[in-house]
């Protein structure tokens, strides 16, 4: 039965328009275009005659095996798995074979709690048939569906059913009447659904022999064409003049020459000649890297090669980055919390204020709600944590200190034109709720405040669940008085009634600090499911809170107390988990007494550095990371090049600079996935971000850079698209893969930090 059957059908691709390509591309995108009206047959495809021509392709037939793995559960529970939001049940396979579902509590939702089965695909046209068993200890509703897995989750198809005691088979068909989806959801609210009595108690519901299969794909739609992308990368946003411009070629076959043309007139302005191409192990492609920098001329562009085809266009000018620097900045803006966003400011962003009823305390006995409004909304979801918005803060607050005449007071936001700059003011409207974040009474800092699950697709002040502190942890704290210090510093010339305040603050964060045992880690109280940022190492925020209270006050017990803790084990980084390199440079930066500990932290950060240069040599992007692409792995990118003009200020080495520029130029398109990663510019950038302003209102908000390729493949749309894809490729531009595709503040606040050093 599971015998998959080839049906030979001779699919003609006739979709595939523009550039002639050079055989490679991008993984095939789905979009939610109207399905064709397309006859499925065994005969040649007629001639289209307006597009060029590909073999045709041999699909497989989608009939003749069950969708469900372990459909009877002869393997246990295997890919079945549970959702709760409010409700509780734990599954196992009882004696009898079947799945059984402990249901403890309801919940007050439909899906309080859910049972689900991810990994496999319905396609447009085709008609399926779903079957199995199911039964209940008490008579009760249930509904069955098959959905969307994000944005708004709505049924492709479902209803209710009443499950009884006596078991009962259930027979479904449906047609798939819209496009193709290789990542539904299966699933069965088994929460507060229907007519089940509220006080059902604990019960148990069984299901058994699972079956989907297709039973007809006779107007199965033709398959999307796959999206073509150039095969030739550039930096899409532009260089300035002086910039190394290099493009990136790709393909079975690679030119040997190329020339860049004036994107107008056609006129060949440069000619170039190309390496032997090499193969890539982050992107599996076979590449070349062509550099154009002795082409200073400010004007539009295209670079052509014969066989490669021609890359996007991009320009020359001194202004390149100005407008992307603005909105990367405004982002942070938008992205504010427990105010109104007007349209004056936020245009179709605007929204009343959101998440300002005051918190209850985790753990707490008193219902009391404290005021923890402000800050940023974390990412797409509006979380509020700790240790990403100190990341966040860090990195605007270190680009004003070693930039500052990139910033304004003109940044079109409701403080611009105050006589602060706007990145001041925007930081302290973070630095403010980090403040209301610090527990009074002990100085601890709680880890963040969010509710306890994320919100569904929705504007923010739609999220209205009771809002909770999550504990106090160590790693918050020690980031806090970080950031404290640091603002101490900062604003002193500004407004230096605000930065005693700060500084107050940070030196009743290190009190709870040298209170608290080292070691304790974050993780999510059992009933809370947003966002963990766990982390179990402490000794890098410890480290980094010395280090910056040391640089700010040059007072010696400071530097003594870091000083004793060896650079060597701190956890380097410039993330929201590992902060090491963050206390480091402070520590650089301060006026040191302890020179051999000074050179033990730049030995440290050196060997990193070495890291960073062994990556990018070996890509031919200069991306510095390799191998394995993480989760905001355009966090990691950015942050090295933060981290290069950071140690260029230490060891003075011009390499440096146009490394971290190779990253901008990584971010902004020169890489193996064609698009330009920050929303709104260049010529491919991603339009279906998870972030559920943008979901909800259909239109990315500009200026937030994505977290790009995950070779984790963290979600299931990744999963069901990716499989197999190179690292440098598996990113997917759909708002359902959360672990490619979301924003965060802490992801734009490294870019701000790059850009503002290339203004
Ligand atoms: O620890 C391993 C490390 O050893 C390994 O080298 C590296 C590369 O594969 O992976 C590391 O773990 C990853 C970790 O991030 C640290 O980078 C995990 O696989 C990965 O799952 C984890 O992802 C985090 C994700 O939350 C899930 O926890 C992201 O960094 C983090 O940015 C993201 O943050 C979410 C918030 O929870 C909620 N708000 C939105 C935000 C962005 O998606
Ligand atoms: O929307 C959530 C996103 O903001 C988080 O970064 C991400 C990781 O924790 O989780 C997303 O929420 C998903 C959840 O983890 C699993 N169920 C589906 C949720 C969103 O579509
Ligand atoms: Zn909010």
């Not at 794909?217 to 300035?240: F, V, W």
């Not at 890359?311 to 603005?326: K, L, P, Q, W």
């Not at 020690?478 to 210090?485: I, K, L, S, T, W």
Request: some cysteine; hydrophobic content about 35%; overall charge negative.
């Amino acid at each position: 039965m599971m015998k998959r059957k080839i049906l030979a059908l001779l699919l003609c691709v006739s979709m595939c328009v523009g550039l002639t390509a050079c055989g490679s591309g991008q993984e095939s995108v789905v979009t939610e275009a109207e399905p064709e009206e397309t006859e499925v047959s065994e005969e040649e495809p007629a001639e289209t005659g307006e597009t060029e021509e590909e073999a045709p392709e041999e699909v497989e037939s989608l009939m003749g095996y069950n969708m469900i793995e372990n459909g009877d559960f002869s393997n246990g529970t295997g890919k079945w798995n549970t959702y709760f939001n409010g409700g509780n049940a734990v599954i196992t396979v009882d004696e009898e074979g079947r799945l059984k579902v402990q249901i403890t509590t309801l919940g007050t939702k439909d899906h309080s709690v859910q049972l689900y089965y991810d990994g496999f695909a319905l396609e447009t046209g085709c008609v399926y048939e779903l079957s199995f068993d199911a039964a209940a200890t008490v008579e009760r509703d249930i509904e069955y569906r098959i959905q969307i897995n994000g944005g708004d989750y709505h049924a492709y198809t479902g209803e209710g059913i009443t499950v009884t005691p006596e078991t009962q088979h259930y027979d479904f068909t449906f047609t798939m009447e819209e496009g193709s989806d290789p990542a539904p959801r299966l699933c069965f609210n088994m929460g507060l659904y229907g007519n089940t009595d509220e006080n059902i108690g604990a019960h148990d519901v069984t299901f058994d022999n699972f079956e989907l299969y297709c039973i007809d794909e006779s107007n199965r739609a033709l398959p999307q064409a796959a999206m073509d992308t150039p095969d030739i990368q550039i930096n899409q946003l532009g260089y300035r003049p002086e910039d190394e411009k290099i493009a990136v070629f790709r393909g079975d076959e690679i030119d040997s020459a190329f020339t860049v043309v004036d994107a107008k007139t056609g006129e060949t302005v440069f000619e170039g000649t190309l390496a032997d191409a090499v193969s890539n192990k982050n992107t599996r492609e076979n590449e070349s890297a062509g550099d154009f920098s002795e082409l200073k001329t400010p004007g539009t562009y295209k670079v052509v090669g014969e066989k490669c085809g021609e890359s996007y266009e991009f320009t020359i000018g001194e202004d390149v980055y100005d407008d992307a620097f603005d909105a990367a900045v405004k982002m942070l803006y938008m992205q504010r919390c427990g105010m109104e966003l007007t349209e004056e400011y936020a245009g179709d962003f605007a929204h009343p204020a959101c998440h300002s009823e005051g918190a209850v305390v985790h753990g707490s006995t008193s219902s009391a709600l404290v005021d923890v409004s402000g800050g940023w909304h974390d990412a797409g979801d509006y979380g509020r944590y700790v240790v990403s918005g100190a990341k966040a803060v860090a990195d605007v607050l270190l680009a004003y200190e070693s930039y500052p005449e990139a910033f304004g007071d003109d940044a079109g936001i409701p403080e611009s034109g105050n006589g602060t700059p706007d990145i001041l003011d925007e930081a302290k409207y973070e630095l403010d709720w980090l403040l209301k974040m610090q527990d009074q009474a002990t100085g601890g800092v709680y880890h963040k405040v969010t509710c306890a699950n994320f919100p569904e697709t929705v504007m923010p002040e739609e999220e209205t669940d009771q809002l909770i502190l999550s504990p106090i942890s160590n790693c918050a704290t020690g980031d806090f008085a970080a950031v404290m210090a640091m603002a101490a510093r900062v604003y002193k010339d500004i407004d230096s009634d605000y930065a005693d305040t700060c500084m107050a603050a940070a030196l009743k964060a290190v009190e709870y600090l040298e209170s608290s045992e080292s070691g304790d880690g974050f993780v999510n109280p059992e009933e809370i499911v947003t966002g963990e940022y766990p982390d179990k190492k402490d000794t890098d925020e410890r480290f980094w809170a010395y280090a910056e209270l040391f640089k700010t006050t040059k007072e010696a017990k400071y530097e003594e107390a870091l000083t004793e803790m060896p650079f060597l084990s701190i956890q380097g980084g410039l993330g929201w988990e590992k902060v090491g390199f963050y206390g480091g440079y402070a520590y650089l930066t301060s006026e040191y007494t302890d020179k051999e500990y000074a050179a033990t932290v730049v030995d440290k950060i050196n060997y990193s550095i070495d890291g960073i240069m062994e990556s990018a040599g070996a890509d031919t992007y200069s991306c510095s990371i390799s191998e394995t692409y993480p989760w905001g792995s355009n966090m990691s990118i950015a942050n090295n090049g933060m981290l290069l003009l950071m140690m260029d200020e230490i060891n003075g080495n011009d390499e440096y600079e146009n490394l971290a520029k190779s990253q901008l130029n990584y971010l902004f398109g020169n890489n193996a996935t064609s698009y330009c990663f920050l929303t709104g510019f260049g010529s491919l950038s991603p339009e279906h971000t998870h972030h559920r302003p943008s979901q909800v209102l259909d239109q990315s908000m500009p200026g937030m850079l994505a977290g790009g390729a995950d070779s984790n493949l963290e979600d299931p749309y990744a999963k069901a698209t990716m499989s197999g894809t190179a690292p440098a490729k598996c990113y997917v531009d759909n708002a359902q893969s959360f672990s490619c595709n979301e924003v965060t503040v802490y992801w734009n606040s490294p870019l701000i930090y790059l850009m503002a050093a290339f203004k």
